[in-house]
């Protein structure tokens, strides 16, 4: 009986570990290169005040990051008394990463240096592409990539594959047609890996579109933010004290699932009156769809149409209703949306959201606006995705001071 009872008693989910040298060592890493992404060009003292490590520290890292060309040093500059200072920033060629984003309808990769910034870019058409059909055509991307910008390979931190995926969830959006089958495979990323002959990261769209923000857009300094993925469907990618947000099963940021109108149009997921329904560029090309004569909403460009601006006028209750509800539940510093849609048209639903709705965003002495704009485009994700391996080396991670 008793072992019985022992067996019945709760697991811990993890242990917090004492630190050691390496886990120790790989965090100070991170954090000197975050402040660097963040702050530079900045000397080894003002990386010392920032970082609250040891002036040996910092010069030791420093040292070890100039050296395997992470870091580059510019022309000495005096101040006062004593030596020169030497400012530091991101060397963009001491490492390039390649991104991919797979669509429903087309792969785009995408080669970048290590400041983000895009060096070669290339799509192919495809049709729902699994892994399997998918990986030869990954394969022959990169080459081309890396041969046309004379990049070498044993330069490359890895690849980041985005696309609209969600994780286990069985029949909820994997029965959809936002969502692409089989990448939610553990074995996925292994054979993708195996064909590419680098480390791989697959990541949901959202979040790596979130992530792309976080290091080179207008997130690249806030710590708490969730940038809405707008697409054929709605995403996404959420930031909490400057990690990554992504739940108990990878599925953080489902918020197109979300229940905001009971009994409301049918969605594929098998519920009624999800968000993205009503809120993403399927519901918009439905709506348009009556209207005569409308634009294909997602090659709209400069001042939109009236049939449009009708659309924004019916969706954006729906965002001002999901701002609502995403700053009373994480309590973001802001709100960003961006995706496939024009600029033009994300700008038009952030003002016809306006006024939010009353919440705990609606504080006092706020610096950011509830709602902004973030990054917007055809390469919005392949760019995200690309800058998933540079992520996993820049940003710091508090997971390694755990024991899991």
């Not at 995403?235 to 108990?248: C, H, I, K, S, Y």
């Not at 016809?352 to 055809?378: C, E, I, N, Q, W």
């Amino acid at each position: 009986m008793a072992r019985r009872e022992a067996d019945k008693a709760p697991q811990p989910g993890r242990s917090v570990a004492g630190t050691n040298l390496e886990f120790t060592r790989s965090h100070n890493r991170r954090v000197v290169l975050d402040t660097v992404r963040r702050l530079g060009p900045v000397s080894r003292a003002e990386i010392a005040r920032e970082t609250a490590l040891t002036n040996q520290t910092i010069s030791n890292i420093v040292e070890e990051l100039e050296q395997a060309g992470f870091l580059l040093p510019g022309a000495p500059k005096r101040e006062g008394r004593g030596q020169p200072s030497i400012p530091y920033t991101i060397n963009p060629q001491g490492a390039w990463s390649l991104g991919f984003h797979v669509d429903h309808s087309a792969i785009i990769a995408a080669l970048v240096d290590l400041t983000g910034k895009p060096v070669a870019i290339r799509e192919i058409p495809a049709q729902r592409p699994s892994p399997r059909s998918a990986a030869p055509a990954l394969r022959q991307l990169a080459d081309a990539l890396i041969e046309e910008a004379g990049v070498p390979a044993s330069r490359l931190l890895g690849a980041g594959v985005a696309l609209p995926v969600r994780f286990g969830v069985g029949a909820i959006t994997t029965a959809g047609p936002t969502t692409l089958p089989g990448w939610d495979d553990p074995d996925a990323r292994r054979h993708i890996a195996e064909t590419l002959e680098q480390p791989v990261q697959i990541e949901n769209d959202a979040m790596a579109a979130a992530i792309g923000e976080r290091l080179h857009g207008v997130a690249r300094a806030i710590d708490s933010f969730v940038f809405l993925f707008l697409d054929e469907g709605l995403g996404a990618g959420v930031f909490l004290g400057g990690q990554p947000w992504r739940g108990a099963s990878l599925n953080a940021g489902e918020i197109g699932h979300m229940i905001v109108m009971p009994n409301g149009k049918p969605c594929p997921c098998g519920n009624r009156g999800c968000l993205e329904r009503y809120l993403s560029l399927s519901a918009a090309q439905e709506f348009l769809a009556d209207q005569p004569g409308s634009p294909v909403l997602p090659e709209l460009d400069g001042a939109i149409s009236a049939p449009v601006e009708r659309w924004v006028e019916e969706a954006a209750p729906f965002l001002a209703s999901a701002v609502n509800i995403l700053e009373s539940t994480l309590d973001p510093e802001t709100i960003l949306l961006g995706g496939l849609a024009p600029a033009s048209v994300l700008a038009s639903l952030i003002e016809k959201a306006m006024p939010l709705p009353m919440s705990v965003g609606s504080r006092s002495g706020r610096s950011l606006p509830r709602l902004m704009a973030g990054s917007v485009g055809h390469h919005t994700v392949v760019l995200g995705a690309a800058s998933l391996p540079i992520f996993d080396e820049i940003n710091p991670r508090f997971d390694v001071l755990l024991k899991h």
